[in-house]
């Protein structure tokens, strides 16, 4: 699957297109099929992203990932700091990203 | 220190308020993120892997504990609580936002600081020995002439668009601790036979995808020409530097491929058309600078003996210490290197202790090392046990410069959008390999450097032991390097062989170590043992 991916402009944040807006979790990320450009366009020139781009993700049980390690990263936070990534309190959560 | 003046505050106000300008015009629309990356580059902002990254220039790498303690509130209010200490003597922080930038400049304006010339086609930060102005043995304190460069470099209209960045580092010792031939222009303060003091210029230096040593190119220019002579050499750059190919771009591509004897000519003639035109700043200017960098009030006939009662107090001023030019004095090192830390990051907390005791311990100045460690300048050596105190109960007593727990690592995968793999948790596992004392005294002097692409950030080629992260088909991958050394010998690392995965290369650095403490002879460092011995009995360690 293709998903889109970017920074919130106004605080860095990254993003994950869901499908209507962007969001922090790339678990609500939904394939974008060949609608990517379009989407992009819009959405930066509206502001609401910046550096966005399309990635190849996979979907398993637990949701959508990307398929490069460093689009794992940027979805979790740095693999050396467990206490500032999404989910700080969950020693598992970043088993899939290495 | 050097103190603004009202021409350097006046301009970083400016600056301040222009940004701020072009940041709610960003936000509001009036001009798109084409028209604006070039801008908040030009202020050192980037976006990075998780949010912006603010890098702010720390000029020859000095602080005033006003400004560290800035630091640290910048990171808690803007942050998350911590900053990373570059090998570029700056600091960055990882999590800004962009609403925030202008805010966080006017702060550090407050405390003449800024965020300029860190990033983009420019001079960037001048770098410097870390011990300039207290070690023993400079000729001259080289951070007057290195802020001369500074001011010299700020928004020099000929050089803001240059075909690359451009660094360069000031030095005044035989031994080079900035790693001054690995600069664009490395100068080194020297004295002649006649007893005058003068600069020597390297040029063409560099790391990143194609590292160079620097070559000689002038080994005696006056004082009061040196301003116009590093004229002469940008002039030159700029004039044929490869804006055709970014990865040709850069001076020593073209100092290589002139060759250095041309290059020399070519600077010569346009130093000798220089002269007489006033590039040179008027004397009255330096003189103004040099005052601001009086030796501080040090006490005459201060004890020079340290208490040697406590062993863990000694192995520390052992290995992070450096001898002082007054008696009764040192420079002392924090290492932001605990075992199994991240390398060169400091919390806002630790910022904040380390900018007190620099206040009361060490003449109100510290010091940001390429090592990304921290340096108390001026330390009395009666003050020294109880400085250590402090430090090791705040966990900054590390007693590991220079040992191969002392690891260079660039910010890589977990926060580098450039990066091809993760250096922090290369290092973090090499560190903790290696935590036993025993085995970093038995391994003496080494210096482990890692980066996370080929840019070099993390000065791998200059490692005795380098570790370069790369790509292999999405997974991460590790070359190791030995032989490299950013000092008076500077060397580049030699690739050993085909690359490992994470924990693959931490084995292969304990191979290497193996390697040394089989084969090194009475006084060797692990570099002089690779050196006399070459590289293939490492290689049988590692793939035969
Ligand atoms: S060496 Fe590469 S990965 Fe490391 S900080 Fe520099 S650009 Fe990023």
């Known amino acids: 699957m293709k998903i889109l991916t970017g920074n919130n402009l106004k605080t860095g944040a990254v993003v994950w297109w869901d499908g209507q807006s962007w969001s922090i979790h790339v678990e609500d990320a939904v394939d974008v099929g060949d609608r990517a450009d379009d989407i992009i366009s819009a959405e930066e020139a509206a502001r609401r992203v910046v550096g966005a781009y399309a990635i190849d993700g996979e979907k398993d049980a637990q949701g959508v990932r990307p398929a490069h390690i460093k689009d794992r990263i940027r979805a979790l936070g740095p693999t050396v700091r467990p206490d500032l990534t999404l989910k700080p309190a969950d020693p598992e959560a970043g088993n899939w990203v290495i | ?544």
Not at chain 2, 427 to 441: L, T
Request: hydrophobic share 35%; proline share 5%.
């Open chain 2, 1 to 544: 220190m050097y103190k603004y003046d009202q021409y350097d505050q006046a301009m970083v106000d400016t600056r301040v308020a222009e940004f701020r300008d072009q940041v709610n015009r960003r936000l509001e629309g009036h001009i798109t993120e084409d028209q604006f990356k070039p801008l908040r580059l030009q202020n050192g902002l980037y976006l990075q892997l998780h949010a912006y990254m603010l890098r702010v220039a720390v000029p020859y790498g000095t602080l005033s504990s006003a400004q560290m303690h800035m630091l640290a509130d910048i990171a808690d209010k803007y942050d998350r609580g911590y900053g990373h200490f570059t090998t570029r003597q700056n600091i960055q922080y990882n999590w800004i936002r962009l609403e925030d930038a202008p805010d966080i400049l006017a702060d550090l304006a407050t405390v003449e600081m800024h965020a300029i010339q860190t990033s983009g086609n420019c001079i960037r930060n001048i770098s410097s020995d870390q011990y300039a102005g207290a070690a023993a043995d400079e000729v001259i304190d080289p951070r007057p002439y290195a802020e001369l460069l500074r001011q010299w470099s700020s928004f020099h209209p000929e050089f803001l668009a240059l075909p690359r960045k451009f660094k360069i580092a000031v030095i005044a010792s035989d031994t080079d601790r900035a790693a001054m031939k690995l600069h664009d222009i490395g100068i080194r303060m020297v004295r002649n036979d006649a007893g005058e003091i003068g600069t020597q210029f390297y040029v063409g230096g560099g790391m990143g995808r194609t590292p160079m040593i620097a070559p000689l190119i002038r080994d005696f220019v006056p004082l009061d020409q040196f301003v116009t002579y590093s004229e002469a050499c940008l002039r030159v750059y700029n004039r044929h530097g490869r804006r055709d190919n970014k990865y040709k771009a850069r001076i020593k591509i073209l100092v290589h491929e002139l060759g250095a004897e041309e290059y020399k000519r070519q600077v010569e003639e346009e130093f000798a058309h220089l002269q007489g035109q006033g590039i040179e700043p008027p004397l009255a200017e330096l003189e103004r600078i040099k005052a601001c960098f009086q030796d501080p009030a040090f006490e005459a006939g201060a004890p020079d003996e340290v208490d040697a009662s406590d062993p863990d107090f000694v192995l520390w001023t052992d290995r992070n210490c450096h001898p002082h030019k007054q008696p009764g004095y040192i420079s002392a090192t924090i290492s932001l290197k605990p075992v199994g830390g991240i390398p060169g990051d400091a919390s806002a907390d630790q910022m904040r202790l380390m900018a007190d005791l620099a206040k009361e311990y060490s003449f109100d100045e510290c010091r940001v090392t390429h090592a990304q460690n921290i340096v108390l300048p001026h330390v009395r050596k009666a003050d020294l046990y109880t400085l250590w105190r402090k430090l090791d109960e705040a966990g900054l007593g590390t007693p590991n410069l220079d040992r191969i727990g002392d690891i260079i690592a660039c910010p890589g995968l977990d926060y580098c959008s450039l990066a091809n793999a993760r250096s922090i948790p290369v290092a973090q596992k090499i560190s903790e390999r290696f935590a036993a004392q025993e085995k970093q005294d038995a391994l003496g002097e080494l210096k482990l450097k890692i980066s996370g692409c080929i840019n070099a950030c993390g000065h791998h080629h200059a490692g005795h032991i380098g570790i370069l992260g790369v790509d292999r088909k999405g997974v991460e991958n590790y070359q190791l390097l030995l032989g490299g050394c950013e000092g008076e010998d500077t060397s580049l690392g030699k690739i050993t062989g085909p690359g490992f995965d994470e924990d693959g290369i931490v084995d292969a650095v304990e191979k290497a170590a193996d390697v040394y403490l089989r084969e090194k002879q009475e006084g060797e460092r692990f570099l002089d043992t690779y050196r006399r011995i070459g590289i293939d009995p490492f290689k049988e360690a590692l793939y035969g």
